[in-house]
């Protein structure tokens, strides 16, 4: 079920710094409170092999969402302990020494099934019971929530295909040029370039200058 256009599930999570603190995370109330963007990223799991590539792909954009108002979480059902493990892993043995942002901690699954996001399948086998086959992970499903609150992008990944990082921070320069100007953002769209407005006039003018 898509979420894009709705309020971000209201549901407080565990989660922990970068310093091994323990924290409880609202994503809704962080976007709302603090007035600012924030975008939450889901990975399957800790000391796997794509997620630290993009943990650490992150962290090094991380100035940059900064400059957008914009806070970023990670998250996965992995434990505080384990998160704090790999936090404390070098980043040349596979792991994310050095993320300075906070990692939900979600291993009751209640927010991740609450999006969707969560490996679960279900068999059948000869006695007609139902056996579970999934990963019980979640995918990689990435949210943008805006100052309000509500969704305004959403993406998910197969676990083997790792992110675009640069791609979340083109979607936040779209969407603060339309909170801020009331234009639309044509296809391609990129900081600095023309965008349009929302009517048959607006896309004439648009095709024409390019």
Request: glycine share 6%; hydrophobic share 40%; aromatic share 10%.
């Amino acid at each position: 079920m898509a979420l894009v256009g709705k309020k971000f599930p209201s549901v407080t999570v565990d989660a922990i710094s970068k310093s091994g603190e323990n924290l409880r995370i609202n994503i809704l109330d962080e976007a709302v409170n603090k007035q600012a963007k924030v975008l939450l990223f889901w990975y399957p799991k800790d000391f796997t092999f794509v997620c630290p590539t993009e943990l650490h792909a992150f962290q090094a954009a991380l100035e940059e969402f900064k400059k957008r108002n914009t806070i970023v979480i990670g998250a996965s059902c992995d434990t505080n302990e384990v998160h704090f493990a790999w936090l404390n892993t070098p980043k040349k043995q596979g792991g994310i020494e050095g993320v300075t942002y906070p990692i939900l901690a979600d291993t009751h699954r209640q927010l991740a099934n609450i999006l969707g996001i969560v490996d679960q399948e279900f068999e059948y086998d000869e006695e007609g019971n139902e056996v579970f086959t999934g990963s019980n992970v979640t995918y990689r499903a990435t949210y943008l929530v805006d100052e309000e609150g509500k969704i305004f992008h959403e993406s998910v990944n197969d676990m083997p295909l790792g992110r675009n990082v640069d791609e979340y921070l083109r979607l936040i320069d779209a969407y603060t040029h339309v909170q801020k100007y009331g234009e639309v953002c044509p296809a391609n769209w990129q900081e600095g370039k023309t965008a349009m407005h929302a009517d048959r006039a607006g896309v004439a003018e648009y095709f024409n200058k390019n």
